[in-house]
């Protein structure tokens, strides 16, 4: 499975960006899709998943109520749709895809300005 994200940029605290992801390969096998981020200095950490079917999310405390998951298994898609940014959003956003084993995109950085 291969990944690639799109989306990302520099935006000002209260801003809003969507990120995108578009699995390409055996994407027959994908289960959950999610994003993660990675903060300088910090370890990469999760910030939400989605199911196979939709049904099922799952965020990071902090983005809660300001971020929202959704994919498209007709397009194999994932995006988040990042609304309210912080400067502590910074990061690179990583796009996730679980099949038996798990895969990543290269990243998008995504940068808010205070």
């Known amino acids: 499975v291969q990944l690639v994200e799109s989306g990302g940029g520099l935006v000002q605290t209260g801003g809003s960006l969507r990120l995108s992801c578009a699995a390409s390969g055996k994407t027959d096998r994908i289960n959950v899709m999610g994003w993660y981020r990675q903060a300088p200095g910090k370890q990469r950490e999760l910030v939400a998943t989605i199911s196979r079917n939709g049904q099922n999310t799952l965020y990071e405390d902090s983005v809660k109520g300001r971020f929202t998951i959704s994919r498209d298994n007709t397009k194999i898609m994932v995006f988040l749709q990042m609304n309210d940014l912080k400067p502590e959003d910074t990061a690179v956003y990583y796009c996730?895809?679980?099949?038996?084993?798990?895969?990543w995109g290269q990243g998008t950085q995504v940068t808010v300005s205070s």
């Open positions: 996730t895809a679980v099949t038996s084993s798990q895969f």
